[in-house]
């Protein structure tokens, strides 16, 4: 095994805490993992964790050897980028996260036309409507709606996405059609809303007379999965509140239909998260670039129709 591999592994058990999470996250089984940690251990002749069956922490050598690994990494990886940079041909590993609907249809489709381009740079994709720390899950890139929690890294907006609210004719035969924000926080109406951890109660910020105003929102059902609320929306169960993008289709054939026109939803951010470093590579770089093209291009021809 390569000692910069060791030493990857090490970095991601110490920063996830666990063997069997930095396993999956270098996509290797927990007993390479552990082999990986072992040889390490027995070269620098120290124990680097101590590990019961229910715990695994971090010895104080092993708590050095972390601050000067990634360095070493760091290090590593800057000069495999200037090499990258000097030929015009960057290699190495991209790890990139986006939610669910960002991913699924502004990112992964070009994802190979990116690789085919750069056959030297492998992408790890992540997706997931859950918040992300970029840092401490050793990202790239993360790719966003909304705010981001306040932080030291940089922000490049995309777009403005639009937004709707949304029904299916079903649910508004059964239901009604709601044309205001105050319809909605009545609680006459199930809303469906996206559920993670650490996920505040739900508001819907939306476009008033008076400017915007948040409404408090309640539903039956709740999901961590954003493509589940437009299922649940198309099967009748509610109303979503949705990128125009993620819905274009079933706005276009009526399967969905909006709703609150009166106060409709602000839009919503688009943007990608990275630190100073990663904007110096160029593999990062040029990836940023390349999605950005393809997603601005995608947004504005679904927000035309």
């Given at each position: 095994m390569s000692y910069f591999d060791n030493i990857r592994t090490f970095i991601r058990v110490y920063e996830l805490g666990s063997m069997s999470a930095a396993a999956r996250d270098q996509r290797i089984s927990p007993a390479v993992a552990s082999a990986r940690i072992s040889q390490l251990e027995a070269h620098l002749d120290v124990?680097?964790?101590?590990?019961?069956?229910?715990?695994?922490?971090?010895?104080?050598?092993?708590?050095?050897?972390?601050?000067?690994?990634?360095?070493?990494?760091?290090?590593?990886?800057?000069?495999?980028?200037?090499?990258?940079?000097?030929?015009?041909?960057?290699?190495?590993?991209?790890?990139?996260?986006?939610?669910?609907?960002?991913?699924?249809?502004?990112?992964?489709?070009?994802?190979?036309?990116?690789?085919?381009?750069?056959?030297?740079?492998?992408?790890?994709?992540?997706?997931?409507?859950?918040?992300?720390?970029?840092?401490?899950?050793?990202?790239?890139?993360?790719?966003?709606?909304?705010?981001?929690?306040?932080?030291?890294?940089?922000?490049?907006?995309?777009?403005?996405?639009?937004?709707?609210?949304?029904?299916?004719?079903?649910?508004?035969?059964?239901?009604?059609?709601?044309?205001?924000?105050?319809?909605?926080?009545?609680?006459?109406?199930?809303?469906?809303?996206?559920?993670?951890?650490?996920?505040a109660e739900f508001q819907w910020e939306l476009e008033t007379s008076d400017g915007p105003q948040k409404f408090n929102v309640r539903g039956r059902i709740e999901c961590d999965d954003g493509d589940v609320l437009t299922d649940w929306a198309l099967a009748g169960a509610g109303i979503a509140l949705k990128p125009v993008f993620e819905i274009a289709e079933h706005l276009r054939s009526g399967a969905l239909v909006p709703v609150v026109e009166e106060?409709?939803?602000?839009?919503?951010?688009?943007?990608?998260?990275?630190?100073?470093?990663?904007?110096?590579?160029?593999k990062a770089r040029l990836f940023m670039e390349f999605m950005i093209e393809r997603i601005e291009s995608a947004i504005r021809a679904t927000e035309q129709t």
């Open positions: 124990r680097l964790f101590q590990r019961t069956t229910r715990s695994l922490t971090p010895t104080e050598q092993g708590q050095l050897f972390y601050e000067g690994a990634c360095g070493v990494l760091e290090a590593v990886e800057s000069a495999e980028a200037s090499i990258g940079d000097v030929t015009d041909n960057p290699r190495g590993t991209l790890y990139i996260a986006a939610p669910l609907g960002v991913g699924r249809r502004l990112i992964a489709p070009h994802t190979p036309e990116f690789t085919a381009q750069y056959p030297l740079v492998d992408v790890r994709l992540r997706l997931s409507d859950r918040n992300i720390d970029l840092t401490a899950e050793g990202l790239d890139i993360s790719f966003f709606l909304g705010r981001p929690a306040d932080s030291n890294l940089r922000i490049r907006k995309i777009a403005d996405c639009q937004r709707v609210l949304c029904a299916s004719p079903a649910y508004i035969e059964s239901h009604g059609h709601p044309k205001t924000g105050a319809e909605i926080e009545r609680g006459q109406h199930n809303c469906l809303n996206l559920r993670y951890p650490g996920a106060t409709p939803p602000l839009p919503v951010q688009m943007a990608c998260l990275y630190t100073h470093r990663r904007h110096q590579d160029p």
